[in-house]
């Protein structure tokens, strides 16, 4: 099964949790200059999406933010291996429960 939202659009709202809107306009030379155009999904006014899955994801990303070691392959990858652990465990118990269901 693919679904976008799960590769696409939970990356991006993860980015924008870790380095947020104000990192587009920052003045700080230092700071990451990322333009971040969410999709109308997860504007404020709609309230169709939440949080949850893309906090899942910059989770590691907090923690590599903190050891300043959030260089882009870091950060996209720790996203990947985040969403992964949530197949994994998703298709483990799913093969559980069709077995229990199906039998032999």
């Given at each position: 099964m693919y679904h976008p939202?799960?590769?696409?659009?939970?990356l991006e709202v993860a980015y924008d949790l870790l380095y947020?809107?104000?990192s587009a306009t920052a003045s700080d030379p230092t700071?990451?200059?990322v333009e971040m155009l969410l999709?109308?999904?997860w504007m404020n006014i709609y309230a169709l999406?939440?949080?949850?899955y893309p906090f899942w994801l910059a989770l590691p990303g907090f923690?590599?933010?903190?050891?300043?070691l959030d260089s882009n392959m870091m950060i996209v990858n720790s996203m990947y291996?985040?969403?992964c652990t949530v197949w994994t465990f998703g298709d483990y118990f799913f093969y559980?429960?069709?077995k229990a269901l199906g039998g032999k």
């Open positions: 939202d799960e590769n696409w659009q939970g947020g809107k104000k700071k990451p200059v999709s109308w999904e999406r939440n949080h949850i923690f590599l933010k903190l050891v300043r291996f985040m969403h559980h429960f069709a």
